[in-house]
């Protein structure tokens, strides 16, 4: 099934070219209109009608959360990245907070559309039709979460039923009485619903359900995560990657290539060294800069998402010819840790310690003790387990595969915090 032919089946050039007409239409809507960019380009000594082909983007400035913050707090409520008059816009949400202030984002009736159609994508990629039943555990407050998901679900003509306001096995009950097919939820809830079916005696097999749709947070590109899950719900599930000031951006075929593919259709990606700032090659990590193309009245442009990807361009054998980033996100800019000279992301602790499965849930915590940053894990043991053995294989796990050596204790089951959005497992005690 294809959702978005002119998407899904253009050609690399052709797909050049959308961009290009797209990008063209929305620097003419924009400059003059909106005066965050108006002011921003005015500054940087750049007119958007220099702007004459896709590769003299490069030529604009890039944008940062921090501005689009402080352009909030210029003008509150909403801030000056508006191309439009107030009443132009149906929907606001704000964004989490998880790293810094918190930042509302404002939609047309028509960008909202474009939110919907950016999750047809997503829900299309997981092989999602109008026949499925997609059951949406998430409790509908001002986070941006799955609401653009509701909106995918009408879009694809497929049932969406909606589960916030009810406890984790409420809704498991709720999901097999109206044969829910679709899950979309984030990585540690679908792990934390089958950890509470476990504990409750559900038989999850009860539940018809046949691809779980994640985002929120990394976790469906862990392998061992992705693995654990898999297993536990015994279907697929699949990636996705997006945020509220930019878009439902990228999502993970049927065919699952180890990767995620970006909606080219709707979104310019570019990928720098976070440092020099010059663009990366396929194949070589770096920050993903993203240009939405369908908010014109909410655009980020040249944005730096401060996530690590690696860009890969060759085709897909599901018949897509957009680019993937392999292994999805891999991490955030400032995320990583340099521990005894070893670069260490949170992703990769992770896919250590779920390779145990009698590990229910950890913590970890970096701190920097004489200015040496240190490793402690906390993890959780299924209870039947020997955990005192359990803590020793993780310990030499981390070691085996990161070449440093954690202290791994052992915390009482039901100590450590459970997330139902953005797992904040891995905490930075180094920083105030
Ligand atoms: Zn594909």
């Not at 202030?101 to 919907?116: A, I």
């Not at 003509?157 to 009950?173: K, V």
């Amino acid at each position: 099934m294809t959702f978005d032919q002119l998407a899904e089946k253009a050609s690399r050039e052709e797909l050049r070219e959308i961009q290009w007409q797209k990008l063209r239409e929305l620097l003419r809507f924009v400059s003059a209109r909106n005066p965050f960019y108006t002011k921003k380009w005015r500054e940087a000594g750049i007119a958007p009608q220099e702007i004459r082909s896709l590769s003299d983007l490069s030529k604009l400035p890039f944008t940062h959360k921090s501005e689009l913050v402080a352009a909030q707090e210029e003008a509150p409520p909403f801030g000056t990245n508006a191309t439009f008059p107030p009443e132009a816009y149906a929907r606001v949400h704000q964004t989490s907070g998880t790293t810094g202030s918190p930042l509302r984002v404002v939609d047309t009736p028509e960008s909202w559309e474009w939110w919907g159609r950016c999750w047809g994508h997503v829900l299309c990629g997981a092989g999602v039709t109008a026949k499925d039943r997609v059951f949406l555990p998430f409790s509908f407050g001002p986070f941006i979460g799955f609401w653009a998901a509701v909106e995918g679900v009408r879009q694809l003509g497929a049932m969406m039923i909606p589960g916030g306001g009810w406890d984790s096995l409420q809704r498991l009950h709720m999901m097999q009485e109206l044969g829910a097919t679709v899950i979309c939820c984030t990585p540690t809830y679908a792990l934390r619903l089958a950890q509470i079916a476990r504990e409750q005696k559900f038989d999850l097999r009860s539940i018809p359900v046949r691809a779980l749709v994640h985002a929120g947070e990394p976790g469906a590109n862990v392998p061992q995560t992705k693995a654990r899950i898999e297993e536990a719900w015994n279907t697929k599930c699949f990636d996705h990657a997006g945020a509220s000031e930019v878009g439902a951006h990228s999502f993970e075929c049927e065919v699952q290539p180890g990767g995620i593919h970006v909606i080219e259709t709707e979104f310019i990606a570019e990928v720098i060294d976070p440092q020099k700032e010059n663009e990366m090659l396929p194949g070589e990590t770096g920050e993903l800069v993203i240009t939405n193309l369908g908010r014109p009245g909410f655009p980020v442009i040249r944005y730096r998402t401060g996530d690590l990807v690696r860009l890969n361009l060759s085709p897909c054998a599901c018949g897509r010819t957009l680019a993937r980033f392999d292994g999805g996100l891999l991490g955030r800019c400032d995320d990583m840790v340099i521990i005894c000279g070893v670069n260490v992301y949170p992703t990769a602790i992770e896919n250590v310690i779920r390779q145990f499965s009698a590990v229910d849930e950890f913590q970890v915590n970096v701190k920097r003790v004489q200015e040496m940053h240190q490793l402690e894990v906390q993890i959780e043991v299924i209870s039947g387990n020997d955990a005192e053995h359990v803590r020793a294989l993780v310990e030499q796990a981390i070691y085996r595969a990161l070449s440093l050596r954690p202290t791994v204790t052992v915390a009482q089951p039901g100590m450590l915090p459970r997330f139902e959005m953005k797992a904040r497992r891995v905490r930075r005690l180094d920083r105030s």
